[in-house]
């Protein structure tokens, strides 16, 4: 099996350039390359979902996790760096803070509606093409949108976790269900994401679900 670290912020690549034997300057978003920690074997991927612009995942044989674990934690605490291990915090307050999805957060939509449609590729083929066109034509019927509640014991139910999600209110009239909430840390407050029907919603409206007010906000919160 494989175990992976992430080592997250502003100063990632100085941490993971003071373990690694080949300096990973060079290494590209999204990109992997094999490298070694001393003796130990491991390959080092650019990417992260915590919001941060610099990021690297170190991955390793399972049986020497502890051993990588242990490196960490030395080059780590001199720089004041700290483990998260909550995995609440790690898969969904940190991606949902920068706006980021998860994917049971994109269950039953489509590319326009969450906002990731200049990730199509027109000059393929591909299933649902002709779908796709015509919401690229006509405009999307719903749109993902973010929220916040700023009741700190707010009981909201998210699809992500199942269900259906809580009704979204405006004046009265459904408006949209809730897709995700959790805690931010970064605004102190609760945020999510909403599905709403296409123009029902503008920032700064205030919403009502499951009898607390919201308020619509962009998907990014930091």
Same mark, same amino acid.
């Given at each position: 099996g494989i175990h992976m670290y992430a080592v997250q912020g502003p100063r990632a690549k100085e941490l993971v350039n003071q373990l690694v034997n080949d300096p990973i300057d060079e290494l590209k978003f999204f990109s992997f390359a094999q490298n070694q920690i001393d003796d130990l074997p491991v390959m080092i991927n650019r990417a992260g979902f915590t919001g941060e612009k610099i990021g690297y995942e170190i991955y390793v044989a399972a049986d020497k996790a502890d051993e990588l674990e242990e490196k960490l934690h030395k080059a780590g605490d001199p720089m004041n760096a700290r483990e998260v291990t909550e995995f609440q915090v790690m898969a969904w307050t940190l991606p949902t803070e920068a706006g980021f999805y998860y994917m049971r957060d994109l269950r039953h939509t489509n590319p326009f509606e969450v906002g990731l449609e200049k990730g199509i590729d027109w000059e %393929?083929?591909? +299933? &649902? %093409?002709?779908?796709?066109?015509? +919401? %690229? /034509?006509? &405009? #999307? *019927?719903?749109?993902? !949108? &973010?929220?916040? !509640? *700023? /009741? #700190?014991d707010a009981y909201i139910q998210s699809r992500h976790l199942g269900g259906a999600g809580s009704a979204v209110l405006k004046g009265g009239e459904e408006v949209g269900r809730v897709v995700k909430f959790v805690y931010g840390f970064v605004k102190d407050t609760n945020i999510g994401y909403i599905m709403a029907k296409a123009g029902a919603l503008r920032e700064g409206d205030v919403v009502q679900i499951h009898g607390y007010d919201a308020v619509i906000t962009d998907k990014n919160f930091l």
């Open positions: %393929k083929e591909f +299933i &649902g %093409k002709e779908a796709l066109l015509n +919401i %690229k /034509e006509n &405009g #999307p *019927s719903r749109e993902m !949108v &973010g929220f916040t !509640v *700023s /009741e #700190p």
